[in-house]
């Protein structure tokens, strides 16, 4: 059989958290796989420390690209990729999620006739207002290989009578908490450090564009914010903390005492945040998905989500940024029922490899 090459391209934590088992996966296929960073996140804290937290080899090819508009981000990976895949010459392009990196290396592969396979494919919050929303979108309709990690995404697809080849395959995060939970444990000390008591605290993560570059919207947030009684720990995203101080808000949240402001964590670090918290408040698509995996309320300030299942599941809530609804969810909210496996159980990167090599070996 013909030496198989499969090529990743990543560039921000979404993608980074999805890469270990798929990375694994196919190592265990001895097939060739290499790791492009796009370096859309390229701070040690952001990008860096996951690749040391999670074992990763370093990425084979760094196109450093770094931060800027969307379209300048988008344009630059684009033309930095090309010489990397006709370098390469790889059997498909291994995509993941819904970032910007995810969708600037579907377009350059399907531009120069390299098949894409998107993992966390059908995913929709039907918001077209959304960035992450239009990436999957795209990425989707380019894709020849579509792995879906839940039911509702495979039937989204299907209603979208996708062009590529759709599989249910579960979803690689129940892989990677699997594996990096315990190892966490280990490895962080971020609840000694913050001097914090277990399921005593709420962990906060914002960075969406149309909430942090909305200043009524980020107005709001940290209205609530700010009127929590619980200690509040919060890691700011780079993108949030531009907008606080441009907004002038950063005063009223790191004066107030029960806020603990922090910067972006390593994977360690946040996992431990995250299973210890007694609720996440988020506007993160993965945070929502990983507090379901962890089995820790979440409420979302968001108007709409992409993963329905954890709303469905009765352990996510949707609150937008209205200041009396998630106060009341933070006092009251409770999930109602107990968590069923929505997510698959823990096959899904093997599975996926499976279906590479079978797929691709025939055309090689």
């Not at 060739?32 to 990008?47: F, K, L, R």
């Not at 914002?206 to 919207?217: A, G, K, T, W």
């Not at 002038?248 to 922090?262: A, F, G, K, P």
């Amino acid at each position: 059989m013909t030496s198989l090459k499969f090529l990743s391209v990543v560039g921000a934590r979404p993608n980074f958290v999805k890469l270990p088992p798929i990375h694994n996966a196919l190592s265990q296929q001895h097939v060739d796989h290499v790791i492009v960073h796009t370096g859309q996140h390229y701070d040690y804290e952001m990008s860096k420390v996951f690749f040391e937290n999670l074992r990763l080899p370093d990425p084979l090819y760094n196109l450093s690209v770094g931060s800027g508009s969307p379209c300048y981000q988008l344009g630059e990976m684009i033309k930095r990729f090309e010489g990397v895949l006709t370098k390469e010459n790889p059997n498909a392009v291994l995509v993941y999620g819904d970032t910007n990196s995810t969708l600037a290396g579907a377009l350059a592969a399907v531009k120069l006739n390299f098949p894409v396979a998107h993992i966390e494919a059908g995913l929709r919050s039907y918001d077209r207002s959304m960035p992450e929303e239009a990436n999957r979108v795209m990425t989707d309709c380019v894709s020849s290989t579509l792995f879906c990690p839940t039911r509702t995404s495979l039937k989204n697809l299907k209603k979208e009578h996708a062009w590529g080849k759709a599989y249910l395959t579960g979803d690689v995060m129940v892989e990677t908490l699997k594996e990096f939970v315990k190892l966490s444990e280990n490895k962080s000390n971020i609840i000694r450090k913050l001097n914090i008591e277990p399921k005593n605290y709420l962990l906060v993560t914002i960075h969406r564009v149309e909430n942090v570059e909305n200043q009524v919207r980020l107005s709001k947030i940290v209205k609530i914010l700010t009127k929590i009684k619980k200690k509040v720990i919060f890691p700011v995203h780079p993108r949030t903390v531009k907008s606080l101080r441009e907004f002038n808000l950063i005063d009223e949240l790191s004066s107030n005492r029960n806020i603990v402001i922090t910067e972006p964590l390593s994977y360690f670090d946040f996992t431990q945040l995250e299973m210890n918290s007694q609720k996440i408040i988020t506007d993160s698509g993965g945070v929502q998905k990983e507090a379901y995996l962890l089995g820790v309320p979440c409420i979302t300030l968001r108007e709409n989500t992409e993963w329905t299942e954890t709303i469905d599941g009765g352990w996510n809530i949707l609150v937008g940024v209205n200041v009396k609804n998630a106060l009341k969810a933070i006092d009251d909210f409770k999930p109602s029922s107990n968590r069923k496996l929505l997510f698959g159980t823990g096959d899904a990167s093997f599975k996926i490899a499976k279906i590479l090599v079978r797929h691709y070996a025939k055309d090689s």
